[in-house]
């Protein structure tokens, strides 16, 4: 089954020529910055078919004659196949929006030649364009979006769904078509991992080469904090929701977390190919941490510091030395924690962040690598 890249034209491949948005006359026309570098990569790389989706409103009538659209399309084209991207197709919507025609993006009529055609796995697909429509493509097609989101009010006005509802079609958001050629090649090392025992009931989103956003609940206050160090300064998207057993004490709720966030980190790190493997840092004030990390398969950690009040805010001190372990063995990676300093919060504050960074560090990937970071040749 074929994979497809329906790609959009303008804003995707070619820059977008506002006020009138239509591309007729040859000094409006520039290309997407680094677009023909990566498209070609993608071209010669990977295994997509690609295919081109482009409304031009109104084409062939008064306010866009042809004869001004298609010198200017040739070019794009006989350019795109010089660096060796060719398309399978191109397929063109001529109707005005008004029209509400069922070939107009974001409707499918143009695309029906590959819906229930077992030669085409849709469900692993992309549109790639730049305006809202191509996402709700995306969704009508049941496929992944990619948007090169310059302007999220381009298109609003021909969307059936609200933008929060087409946020799950979106597989990449990004500018850059590097980014996009890094994940069309890698893929976003994302999962979704539940623990659940009697004692806690954990449920982790987990997206390594995200953001940086953070959204931690554990009914613990000052450990939602540490958490949310990770996701912040190791710049990955960490949802965790855990419900434990709080009216006996802490120990399951904090334990169960580092095992559970171990786990994912374990998922989603299975294919270490191209990754740098190793990763350490970072002072706070007066405390320095030290945070060396592995990602090499095996557990170990090595607990150097000391801490002289029994708790930070509701967490017993004690209870970090069992989060990194937990973490260590289910994550399976050696794990060297060193941290000096006078104030409590701010010592346990410079690990989890340089525990992020380390990490942060040890998951980057190079996208032109295939190479596995052992002598071994195996991880």
């Known amino acids: 089954m074929k994979r497809i890249l329906f790609i959009d034209r303008d804003g995707t491949l070619i820059n977008e020529a506002p006020p009138t948005y239509q591309l007729d006359s040859f000094d409006k026309l520039t290309f997407y910055p680094n677009m023909f570098e990566y498209m070609g990569r993608i071209a010669r790389e990977l295994d997509y078919e ?3 989706v482009t409304n031009q409103d ?5 306010s866009f004659p042809e004869d001004t659209f298609w010198p200017l399309h040739n070019l794009v084209m006989k350019s795109l196949e ?14 005005f929006p008004h029209d509400h025609a069922p070939t107009r993006k974001p409707g499918t009529g143009m695309l029906t030649q590959y819906l229930n055609n077992p030669a ?17 493509l995306a969704k009508n097609l049941g496929c992944k979006a990619i948007w090169l989101n310059q302007d999220p009010n381009l298109g609003a006005g021909e969307i059936k769904d609200k933008v929060a509802e087409l946020r799950p079609v979106i597989a990449l958001e990004s500018t850059h078509w590097s980014v996009i050629y890094e994940y069309l090649k890698l893929g976003l090392r994302k999962v979704v991992h539940e623990r659940n025992t009697n004692e806690t009931q954990i449920k982790i989103e987990l997206n390594v080469d995200g953001s940086g956003k953070g959204a931690i609940y554990t009914g613990l206050g000052f450990f939602d904090h540490m958490l949310d160090q990770i996701a912040r300064h190791g710049k990955m998207d960490l949802t965790i929701r855990a419900n434990g057993d709080l009216h006996i004490d802490e120990h399951h709720t904090i334990e169960d977390t580092g095992i559970a966030l171990g786990e994912a980190f374990a998922k989603a790190l299975a294919d ?3 990754m740098e493997r190793y990763g ?19 557990n170990w950690i090595v607990w150097n510091t000391e801490f002289k009040r029994e708790r930070i805010g509701e967490m017993p001190t004690e209870m970090f030395f069992h989060f990194f372990k937990s973490f260590s063995d289910a994550a399976r990676c050696n794990l060297n924690i060193e941290c000096h300093g006078d104030n409590e919060h701010h010592k346990i504050e410079a690990i989890f962040k340089a525990f992020a960074k380390a990490i942060r560090m040890a998951v980057k990937r ?7 970071p052992s002598t071994k040749g195996v991880l």
């Open 120 to 136: 085409y796995d849709i469900a692993n697909s992309y549109v790639i364009g730049d305006r809202i429509t191509d996402v709700q």
């Open 272 to 274: 270490k190919r191209g």
């Open 58 to 62: 109104g084409l062939g009538t008064n």
């Open 280 to 298: 350490f840092a970072l002072p706070m004030d007066e405390a320095d941490a030290k945070v060396v990390i592995d990602f090499g398969g095996r």
């Open 82 to 95: 010089g660096e060796g991207i060719h398309f399978s197709a191109v397929h063109i919507d001529r109707t």
């Open 50 to 52: 690609l295919v081109m």
């Open 366 to 372: 190079d996208p032109l690598s295939n190479y596995l």
